[in-house]
């Protein structure tokens, strides 16, 4: 089975039959036999088939800049992804949220502490975001919330933070590598008002004297707390 976008999967998901009587495809268990095959999923309910993650987009693009590295030890940012996820839309209604309950501070940082406690490890590196669904301990903080009290409700977390999710090659230092433009000017604030610097204002004889900018690759620590600078270069638009 291949497949294509899918525009809006946390509220299509529920109804995408797989070819058999009441049953659509199971995105809480990844398929651990068939792996990251382009053709992984989509076959024995029980089997799971949270692999099609790694083969379906949300829109046209072929990439997307911003979304989180599941490989990355930051509490705060992995939490990001997870806190005021809303459970419970209904699929005639997506917008509505007067039915809905919001994922908590809390319960975001028990998500966190879960993928963190597992890709700690070299060895546990992910190699792609639907992976993620196969490490028991994480899928079952997924879908075993109180709140989630059906089927479509357990795969709902699933559907709304995994767009919004990739992974970094298998190296600890490139995963938390960072590119960064800078751009600074020297500027001649014409329209001085005493000792008050006004807005810069061309149209007031404000003057751009100088303009430098730098391109640097950065390495964040694991903590978090501390960066270095790998390289730094002078750079022109």
Not at 80 to 92: D, P, Q, V, Y
Not at 139 to 147: I, K
Request: proline residues 2%; aromatic residues 6%; negative net charge.
């Amino acid at each position: 089975m291949k497949y294509a976008t899918l525009l809006g999967l946390p509220i299509l998901q529920p109804k995408i039959n797989r070819g058999e009587p009441w049953r659509t495809i199971n995105l809480k268990k990844y398929n651990d036999s068939e792996g990251t095959g382009t053709n992984a999923g989509g076959n024995a309910y029980s089997d799971g088939d949270a692999n099609i993650l790694d083969q379906i987009t949300m829109s046209d693009d072929e990439s997307t800049y911003g979304k989180i590295n599941l490989n990355n030890q930051n509490d705060y940012t992995l939490r990001a992804l997870f806190e005021r996820i809303r459970i419970g839309s209904k699929i005639s209604d997506p917008g509505s949220i007067g039915s809905t309950t919001l994922i908590n501070n809390a319960q975001a940082v028990a998500f966190s502490q879960a993928i963190r406690n597992y890709t700690k490890d070299p060895d546990h590196i992910l190699r792609t975001r639907a992976e993620l669904l196969k490490v028991s301990t994480i899928a079952d903080a997924l879908t075993t919330m109180s709140t989630q009290t059906n089927d479509r409700k357990k795969e709902e977390i699933i559907g709304k933070f995994i767009n919004l999710s990739t992974v970094a090659e298998n190296s600890i230092e490139a995963q938390n590598t960072f590119y960064i433009i800078a751009l600074g000017e020297s500027l001649r604030d014409n329209a001085l008002n005493g000792n008050s610097f006004q807005d810069f204002d061309e149209s007031k004889g404000d003057e751009v004297l100088a303009s430098q900018m730098l391109f640097a690759r950065v390495n964040k620590a694991s903590d978090g707390d501390t960066m270095r600078i790998l390289d730094i270069h002078y750079a022109s638009e």
